[in-house]
Protein backbone atom coordinates (compact mmCIF):
# COMPACT_ATOMS: atom_id res chain seq x y z
CA UNK A 1 0.00 0.00 0.00
CA UNK A 2 0.84 3.23 -0.81
CA UNK A 3 1.75 4.98 2.14
CA UNK A 4 3.26 8.75 2.98
CA UNK A 5 4.05 10.97 6.17
CA UNK A 6 1.93 14.60 6.26
CA UNK A 7 1.70 17.32 9.36
CA UNK A 8 -1.41 17.25 11.25
CA UNK A 9 -0.99 21.14 11.34
CA UNK A 10 -1.46 21.03 7.58
CA UNK A 11 -4.38 18.58 7.89
CA UNK A 12 -6.98 20.10 9.97
CA UNK A 13 -9.60 17.33 8.87
CA UNK A 14 -8.22 14.33 10.02
CA UNK A 15 -7.45 15.56 13.56
CA UNK A 16 -10.64 13.95 14.78
CA UNK A 17 -9.57 10.39 13.44
CA UNK A 18 -6.12 11.27 14.88
CA UNK A 19 -7.83 11.69 18.25
CA UNK A 20 -9.51 8.64 18.13
CA UNK A 21 -6.24 6.55 17.32
CA UNK A 22 -4.43 8.03 20.44
CA UNK A 23 -7.09 7.51 22.63
CA UNK A 24 -8.27 3.75 21.92
CA UNK A 25 -4.41 3.64 22.74
CA UNK A 26 -4.34 5.96 25.34
CA UNK A 27 -7.75 6.70 26.63
CA UNK A 28 -7.90 10.72 27.22
CA UNK A 29 -10.51 13.38 27.11
CA UNK A 30 -11.28 14.53 23.50
CA UNK A 31 -10.78 18.22 24.38
CA UNK A 32 -7.27 17.20 26.23
CA UNK A 33 -6.54 15.26 23.43
CA UNK A 34 -7.52 18.32 20.69
CA UNK A 35 -5.54 20.47 22.85
CA UNK A 36 -2.43 18.79 22.63
CA UNK A 37 -2.56 17.81 18.49
CA UNK A 38 -3.54 21.53 18.52
CA UNK A 39 0.21 22.29 19.51
CA UNK A 40 1.33 21.03 16.72
CA UNK A 41 3.60 23.18 14.04
CA UNK A 42 6.68 23.37 11.76
CA UNK A 43 9.21 24.35 14.47
CA UNK A 44 7.73 21.35 16.93
CA UNK A 45 6.43 19.32 18.31
CA UNK A 46 5.17 17.98 15.44
CA UNK A 47 2.58 15.90 15.10
CA UNK A 48 2.92 13.44 12.00
CA UNK A 49 0.13 11.76 10.39
CA UNK A 50 1.03 8.20 8.53
CA UNK A 51 -1.88 8.63 6.24
CA UNK A 52 -2.78 6.17 2.75
CA UNK A 53 -5.20 6.84 -0.06
CA UNK A 54 -8.61 4.60 -0.36
CA UNK A 55 -10.30 3.79 -3.59
CA UNK A 56 -12.08 7.11 -3.56
CA UNK A 57 -8.71 8.78 -3.08
CA UNK A 58 -9.99 9.60 0.52
CA UNK A 59 -7.17 9.92 3.15
CA UNK A 60 -7.00 7.26 5.51
CA UNK A 61 -5.26 7.81 8.74
CA UNK A 62 -2.85 4.42 9.71
CA UNK A 63 -0.94 6.27 12.77
CA UNK A 64 0.61 8.95 14.27
CA UNK A 65 4.00 9.69 15.61
CA UNK A 66 5.29 13.38 17.38
CA UNK A 67 8.32 15.13 17.58
CA UNK A 68 10.10 17.18 19.72
CA UNK A 69 13.06 18.87 20.81
CA UNK A 70 15.76 18.07 23.55
CA UNK A 71 16.35 20.22 26.20
CA UNK A 72 20.25 20.81 25.99
CA UNK A 73 20.59 18.99 22.56
CA UNK A 74 19.69 21.20 19.84
CA UNK A 75 20.82 18.64 17.20
CA UNK A 76 18.17 15.94 18.85
CA UNK A 77 14.66 14.82 18.36
CA UNK A 78 12.49 12.92 21.00
CA UNK A 79 9.85 10.72 19.46
CA UNK A 80 6.92 9.50 21.40
CA UNK A 81 2.83 9.01 20.89
CA UNK A 82 3.76 6.32 18.53
CA UNK A 83 0.86 4.43 17.67
CA UNK A 84 -0.98 2.45 14.42
CA UNK A 85 -4.30 2.18 14.25
CA UNK A 86 -5.65 -0.84 15.99
CA UNK A 87 -6.90 -2.88 12.93
CA UNK A 88 -3.80 -2.06 10.79
CA UNK A 89 -1.09 -3.24 13.60
CA UNK A 90 2.02 -6.40 12.43
CA UNK A 91 1.55 -5.29 9.04
CA UNK A 92 4.69 -3.32 8.79
CA UNK A 93 3.10 0.25 8.90
CA UNK A 94 4.22 0.95 12.81
CA UNK A 95 8.33 0.38 10.77
CA UNK A 96 7.28 2.72 8.14
CA UNK A 97 5.86 5.44 10.94
CA UNK A 98 9.53 5.18 12.15
CA UNK A 99 11.39 5.29 9.16
CA UNK A 100 9.56 8.08 7.45
CA UNK A 101 9.62 10.30 10.69
CA UNK A 102 13.30 9.42 11.24
CA UNK A 103 13.78 10.51 7.34
CA UNK A 104 11.66 13.59 8.22
CA UNK A 105 13.88 14.36 11.34
CA UNK A 106 17.00 13.93 9.27
CA UNK A 107 16.08 15.86 6.49
CA UNK A 108 15.29 18.66 8.82
CA UNK A 109 18.81 18.41 10.31
CA UNK A 110 18.92 16.64 13.07
CA UNK A 111 21.90 14.00 14.31
CA UNK A 112 19.82 11.66 16.68
CA UNK A 113 16.41 10.27 17.49
CA UNK A 114 15.39 10.06 21.35
CA UNK A 115 12.66 8.47 22.88
CA UNK A 116 11.47 6.29 25.78
CA UNK A 117 9.45 3.49 26.24
CA UNK A 118 8.34 0.72 29.40
CA UNK A 119 6.96 -1.69 27.08
CA UNK A 120 8.14 -2.05 23.34
CA UNK A 121 11.87 -2.38 23.46
CA UNK A 122 12.28 -4.85 21.32
CA UNK A 123 10.54 -3.10 18.26
CA UNK A 124 12.82 -0.05 19.03
CA UNK A 125 15.96 -2.39 18.83
CA UNK A 126 14.69 -4.42 15.84
CA UNK A 127 14.59 -0.93 14.25
CA UNK A 128 17.79 0.25 15.70
CA UNK A 129 17.37 2.06 18.69
CA UNK A 130 20.29 1.38 21.57
CA UNK A 131 19.91 2.36 24.75
CA UNK A 132 20.71 5.18 26.42
CA UNK A 133 20.11 7.85 29.75
CA UNK A 134 17.25 10.08 30.38
CA UNK A 135 16.96 13.12 28.38
CA UNK A 136 13.30 15.57 28.66
CA UNK A 137 11.43 16.87 25.71
CA UNK A 138 10.83 20.21 24.86
CA UNK A 139 7.14 20.22 25.92
CA UNK A 140 4.94 22.81 23.59
CA UNK A 141 4.71 25.54 26.24
CA UNK A 142 8.39 26.14 26.97
CA UNK A 143 9.74 29.14 26.42
CA UNK A 144 12.48 30.08 23.84
CA UNK A 145 14.55 32.85 25.15
CA UNK A 146 17.66 34.20 23.09
CA UNK A 147 20.76 34.45 25.09
CA UNK A 148 20.01 38.25 25.46
CA UNK A 149 16.94 37.19 27.68
CA UNK A 150 18.62 34.53 29.03
CA UNK A 151 21.23 36.70 30.33
CA UNK A 152 18.34 38.69 32.03
CA UNK A 153 16.94 36.20 33.34
CA UNK A 154 20.25 35.32 35.49
CA UNK A 155 21.33 38.78 36.10
CA UNK A 156 17.49 39.10 37.79
CA UNK A 157 17.95 35.60 39.66
CA UNK A 158 21.61 35.75 40.02
CA UNK A 159 22.86 34.45 43.55
CA UNK A 160 19.51 34.00 44.88
CA UNK A 161 18.49 30.64 43.05
CA UNK A 162 21.22 28.09 42.98
CA UNK A 163 19.11 26.66 40.16
CA UNK A 164 19.81 29.17 37.89
CA UNK A 165 23.55 29.26 37.44
CA UNK A 166 23.92 25.28 38.07
CA UNK A 167 21.87 24.49 35.09
CA UNK A 168 23.44 27.52 32.71
CA UNK A 169 27.15 26.28 33.57
CA UNK A 170 26.39 22.70 32.66
CA UNK A 171 23.78 23.06 30.17
CA UNK A 172 25.51 25.19 27.82
CA UNK A 173 23.83 24.82 24.49
CA UNK A 174 22.39 26.75 21.20
CA UNK A 175 19.88 26.27 18.60
CA UNK A 176 18.75 28.05 15.12
CA UNK A 177 16.06 29.34 14.88
CA UNK A 178 14.63 32.00 11.99
CA UNK A 179 18.33 32.78 12.18
CA UNK A 180 18.66 33.96 15.95
CA UNK A 181 20.62 31.52 18.81
CA UNK A 182 18.34 30.40 20.80
CA UNK A 183 19.05 28.56 24.76
CA UNK A 184 17.43 25.48 24.57
CA UNK A 185 18.80 25.08 28.12
CA UNK A 186 16.66 28.02 29.67
CA UNK A 187 13.50 26.60 28.93
CA UNK A 188 13.95 23.69 31.17
CA UNK A 189 15.01 26.76 33.93
CA UNK A 190 12.12 28.66 33.59
CA UNK A 191 10.05 25.44 33.52
CA UNK A 192 12.24 23.70 36.70
CA UNK A 193 11.41 26.62 38.80
CA UNK A 194 8.02 27.05 37.95
CA UNK A 195 7.93 30.59 36.51
CA UNK A 196 5.00 32.11 34.89
CA UNK A 197 4.57 33.23 31.41
CA UNK A 198 3.97 36.63 32.76
CA UNK A 199 7.27 36.71 34.85
CA UNK A 200 9.90 35.41 32.43
CA UNK A 201 8.02 38.41 30.17
CA UNK A 202 9.26 40.69 32.97
CA UNK A 203 12.32 39.14 33.22
CA UNK A 204 13.52 39.83 29.86
CA UNK A 205 11.84 43.47 29.31
CA UNK A 206 8.45 42.92 27.67
CA UNK A 207 6.67 44.56 30.68
CA UNK A 208 7.44 47.20 32.76
CA UNK A 209 10.45 47.07 34.42
CA UNK A 210 9.13 48.97 37.94
CA UNK A 211 7.13 45.35 38.19
CA UNK A 212 10.07 43.05 38.05
CA UNK A 213 11.68 42.95 41.82
CA UNK A 214 8.48 42.80 43.17
CA UNK A 215 7.58 39.91 40.87
CA UNK A 216 10.53 38.09 41.73
CA UNK A 217 10.26 38.34 45.57
CA UNK A 218 6.51 37.43 45.47
CA UNK A 219 7.77 34.37 43.18
CA UNK A 220 10.86 33.09 45.64
CA UNK A 221 8.58 33.26 48.52
CA UNK A 222 9.17 29.19 48.50
CA UNK A 223 5.79 26.72 48.03
CA UNK A 224 3.52 25.95 50.57
CA UNK A 225 4.94 22.20 51.80
CA UNK A 226 3.31 19.15 49.74
CA UNK A 227 0.38 17.80 51.36
CA UNK A 228 1.62 14.47 53.48
CA UNK A 229 1.52 11.10 51.67
CA UNK A 230 -0.52 8.77 52.39
CA UNK A 231 0.26 5.39 54.07
CA UNK A 232 2.34 3.11 52.24
CA UNK A 233 -0.50 0.03 51.31
CA UNK A 234 0.21 -3.73 51.66
CA UNK A 235 1.78 -4.31 48.25
CA UNK A 236 -0.05 -7.75 46.43
CA UNK A 237 1.81 -9.53 43.72
CA UNK A 238 -0.26 -8.08 41.16
CA UNK A 239 0.65 -4.76 42.11
CA UNK A 240 4.07 -5.58 41.74
CA UNK A 241 3.99 -7.02 38.59
CA UNK A 242 2.65 -3.78 37.29
CA UNK A 243 4.79 -1.35 38.65
CA UNK A 244 7.58 -3.59 37.01
CA UNK A 245 5.98 -2.92 33.70
CA UNK A 246 5.84 0.48 34.30
CA UNK A 247 9.82 1.15 34.21
CA UNK A 248 10.67 3.63 31.81
CA UNK A 249 13.82 2.64 29.21
CA UNK A 250 15.25 5.43 27.00
CA UNK A 251 16.70 4.85 23.60
CA UNK A 252 18.39 6.82 21.25
CA UNK A 253 19.51 6.15 17.32
CA UNK A 254 21.59 8.19 14.66
CA UNK A 255 20.28 9.17 11.82
C1 LIG B 1 4.36 -0.59 18.50
C2 LIG B 1 3.60 -0.42 17.20
C3 LIG B 1 3.70 1.03 16.76
C4 LIG B 1 4.24 -1.32 16.15
O1 LIG B 1 3.54 -1.14 14.93
P1 LIG B 1 3.22 -2.38 13.99
O2 LIG B 1 2.62 -1.85 12.75
O3 LIG B 1 2.43 -3.38 14.74
O4 LIG B 1 4.69 -2.95 13.72
P2 LIG B 1 5.25 -3.52 12.33
O5 LIG B 1 4.28 -4.51 11.77
O6 LIG B 1 5.62 -2.41 11.44
O7 LIG B 1 6.55 -4.24 12.82
C5 LIG B 1 7.82 -3.80 12.38
C6 LIG B 1 8.85 -4.79 12.82
O8 LIG B 1 8.92 -4.77 14.24
C7 LIG B 1 8.65 -6.07 14.75
N1 LIG B 1 7.84 -5.88 15.95
C8 LIG B 1 6.64 -5.30 16.02
N2 LIG B 1 6.23 -5.26 17.28
C9 LIG B 1 7.20 -5.83 18.01
C10 LIG B 1 7.37 -6.10 19.38
N3 LIG B 1 6.45 -5.75 20.30
N4 LIG B 1 8.53 -6.70 19.78
C11 LIG B 1 9.47 -7.04 18.88
N5 LIG B 1 9.36 -6.81 17.57
C12 LIG B 1 8.24 -6.22 17.15
C13 LIG B 1 7.91 -6.81 13.66
O9 LIG B 1 8.13 -8.19 13.74
C14 LIG B 1 8.48 -6.22 12.41
O10 LIG B 1 9.67 -6.84 12.07
P3 LIG B 1 10.13 -6.92 10.50
O11 LIG B 1 9.95 -5.55 9.91
O12 LIG B 1 11.56 -7.31 10.57
O13 LIG B 1 9.24 -7.93 9.87
C15 LIG B 1 2.11 -0.83 17.33
O14 LIG B 1 2.06 -2.15 17.78
C16 LIG B 1 1.31 0.04 18.27
O15 LIG B 1 0.73 1.04 17.85
N6 LIG B 1 1.26 -0.33 19.56
C17 LIG B 1 0.48 0.42 20.56
C18 LIG B 1 1.08 1.76 20.87
C19 LIG B 1 2.47 1.63 21.45
O16 LIG B 1 2.72 0.80 22.32
N7 LIG B 1 3.38 2.49 20.96
C20 LIG B 1 4.72 2.54 21.43
C21 LIG B 1 4.82 3.53 22.52
S1 LIG B 1 6.49 3.58 23.16
Same mark, same amino acid.
Given at each position: *????? %????????????? %??????????? =?? @????????? $?????? /?????? =????????????????RVHGK?????? !??? %?????? $????????? *??????????????????????? /???????????? /??VSPVR??AKLL????F????????????GI?KQS?QN?D?????????HLQTIAIAESN???????????????? @???? !?????????????? %??????? $?? !??????? $?? !????? *?????
Amino acid at each position: *MNVQL %VKLHQHDELIDIA %VKILNDQWPRS =KI @ARLHSLSDS $RDDFPC /CLLLIA =KDNQQKSVVIGHSKLARVHGKSKSLFI !ENV %VIDKGK $RGLGFGRKL *MELSEDYAHKQGFEDIYLSTHDK /CKFYEHLGYCYT /CAVSPVRANAKLLTPDQFSALQHHFGGKTDGISKQSLQNDDFAQKDGEDIHLQTIAIAESNHYTDTVIQQMIGTLPA @ANIE !ETVHTKLIPPAPPP %VPPPPQP $RF !EKDQSNM $RQ !EIQYW *MMKQL
